[in-house]
């Protein structure tokens, strides 16, 4: 398949600017809508055999005293999220709501203190940081053999800004469905950061890896070109497992439960980017950073 993608570099450079640039905007307006893993508070998820409006369920939630409640229908009933309760607060919550609206069930109620979720959303950038880190650093050294004309460093380097760039477009995302939705970033959205990165980086290096093997076999009228015939030799490939990828989690999103449909989502967004990048950011960034490199040295 050609694409020329080496000598349309300006176009994709240029599209992922726009991405990332719209993505980190959308973090801080709207802003992210964090779950009780990191803000700390109570969630319970409440099924009614008559389901109340929003207006009838948070006059109730008020009057039993939780005025900044915040309520978010399902399919079959509510999640409510108050600030932290206690068990006996937890259970005269209950009581009312049964009291005005009948026969109810609760499906799951979680409650978090926050000093812990503060905890927990230091060591999770923590976690996304060093990971980044300790990639970049073993790729650096993988493709030690092929440091002409690119130093191996280089490609480290290009593989973490890959994933960078995955990682912001997918929390910009998730902003907006933050936003209008009520999409929340917990601990589920962390562990699909992380698995972004790995699948992201997985893809990057493929085509790398392709580059490393025709570098030492001396394929192709340069360097630009050996790259594009590295992308075309592993594009295919590319796409394919992406898109079997991605149907798997199709299914998970549209017939999974509650719990796991924001995890199939951002997995959903960031393989999608993450194939993207690995095909038409990395690649050309590496072809640019070696076109640099040779103008400063000629200059």
Known sequence: MKLSVIKTSRVWFILSGALVVLSVVFVFVPGL?????????SLSEVIFEQIPSVSELRTSVETAGYRDATLQATDDGYLIRTTSLTEEEHQSLLTQLRDTHGTLEERRFDSIGPVIGNELRRTALIGVALTLVLIGLYVAWAYRKVSEPVDSWKYGAITILAALHDVIITVGAFSLLGYFFGWEIGSSFVAAVLTILGYSINDTVVVFDRTRENLLKGVGDGFADTVERSIEQTLTRSLFTSLTTILALLAIFLLGGESTRSFALALIIGISVG?????????????????????????
Request: hydrophobic residues 35%; aromatic residues 14%.
């Open 33 to 41: 809508t964090f779950g009780i893993d990191f803000t700390g508070g």
């Open 275 to 299: 194939t993207y990048s690995s095909i038409f950011l990395a690649s050309p960034l590496l072809v640019a950073w070696e076109g640099r490199g040779k103008n400063s040295s000629e200059t």
